[in-house]
């Protein structure tokens, strides 16, 4: 038996979903965002249906699919300000968990046409009943799990009533999803952000947000960023006192003492921006008999030769600069202690001196770990140390630098989004 004619509005949706898989699939962050992942197994069943029997719409009816709701979550998972997304449904109500404008948030995202959206209707169809749902339960959340934020987002618009509920009964401010929103240099409060315009996909114009304090009578205010010092110079001996130029040079270029944006940087980092590896060394170190480089780095040589291989194909400090560049750069006491312990039993000459300089250049905070990040449970995989480093830089909201990549998806797996941005590893090579 022939199989019944396709309707153009199913064969529509069917072009469109796997677009949206295509463009997923695409996508160069896909192996570091389990939310995007998540998406895509969810894109690929939403196509299987529509590829099946069973999606053709009655006579008068529109077509029943999920594809709406999974593109538009797709355009808030991308957007700028949404950073480090949990992965998909991690509590009824909530689609994910992120740092949005570097504040923990959970995300609501609404595809409905907003004439069906009702405001006080009985649940689950009432959105005032889902909104007061999920605040509860972020107000009764740990500490390592409770949002300060919660991010409305109505990919259709939403009514007027809608709207108004939303500000009388919860204080919801309305925001532009239609901005990126980055830090104000030159204001004096905590919550100094600034919009700048940017590239959004056509479709996220009809997008309407708003932002929902969880804390009741709107939060805490944050205390200004005291002022704070440089670290003190390491003790080394320079080598004929020259000073270093190239990559590294411009590297140190881009840190801007008198920023208000914060860079946390963990003792990988640090390694990596002064590592010969990163500056110049990797013809030197190849050139060395192969014995002579085995007998040094033991059973690190792999290791360190598929980072001298790496670095001829992409140079870590183009990506490290693009991290800093124009911030300001801070360490905890714990990495300052454990770099220059580093630095002094494996550095080469030149590497010492890169790292007294780049030291120059940082800014040491005391070991202040967030609350919310002590209240994990200490692990193998969540060890204290680690969690001093994170957290300090989450205390001071700011995304911590890292090759450290098991400890942050041992974090992402405990549901609580932490701000990170990764960098590929390199050692000190000791030349």
Known sequence: MAAPPVSGEVELA??????????????PSLPRRPALRSLLRLVAAELRFLDSSRPEPAAGRPLSSNLPHLAALHLVLEHPAVRCPSRLAPLPGVDFACAFRGRPAWALLSARNPSR???????????????????????????ATRPEKLLLVFARGVGADPARGLAEEFGAVEIDLLAEFVRDADHDEEEG??????????????????????????????????????????????????????????????????????????????????????N??????????????????????????????????????????????????II?????????????????????????????????VPDSPSARMMDLPTTRKLAM????????????????????????????QSGMPLLTMEHRPRALIGL
């Open 193 to 278: 952000w600034v919009s700048v315009s940017f590239l959004p996909n056509e479709d996220m114009r009809s997008f309407r947000a708003f932002e929902i304090d969880v804390a009741e009578g709107g939060g805490e205010v944050s205390s200004p960023l005291p002022r704070l010092l440089p670290s003190p110079e390491m003790e080394v001996t320079e080598h004929g006192g020259k000073k270093l130029d190239g990559g590294f040079s411009i590297f140190m270029g881009k840190m801007k003492m008198g920023s208000r944006e914060l860079v946390n940087l963990d003792t990988t980092a640090l390694v990596a921006i002064v590592s010969g590896i990163s």
């Open 385 to 412: 140390k680690n969690k001093v480093v994170f957290g300090t830089g989450d205390h001071w909201r700011a995304p911590t630098l890292t090759a450290n990549m098991g400890f942050v998806r041992a974090v992402s």
């Open 14 to 27: 069917r072009a469109r979903c796997r677009e949206l898989r295509d463009r997923i699939a695409a996508s």
């Open 117 to 143: 959206l009702a405001w006080a209707a009985a649940p689950p169809d009432g959105l005032r009943a889902r909104v007061a749902a999920v605040l509860e339960s972020a107000r009764g959340a740990p500490p």
């Open 332 to 364: 905890c006491e714990t990495v300052s202690s454990e770099f220059k312990e580093i630095v002094t039993m494996c550095g080469g000459p030149e590497e010492q001196i890169r790292a007294s300089q780049l030291l120059k250049q940082l800014i040491v």
């Open 280 to 329: 110049g060394g990797v013809e030197r170190l190849m050139s060395i008999p192969e014995a002579e480089t085995r007998a040094r780095f033991k059973c690190n040589y792999k290791f360190v030769m598929d980072q001298a291989h790496s670095e001829l194909q992409y140079p870590i400090l183009v990506e490290l600069g693009d991290a800093v560049d124009g911030k300001k750069c």
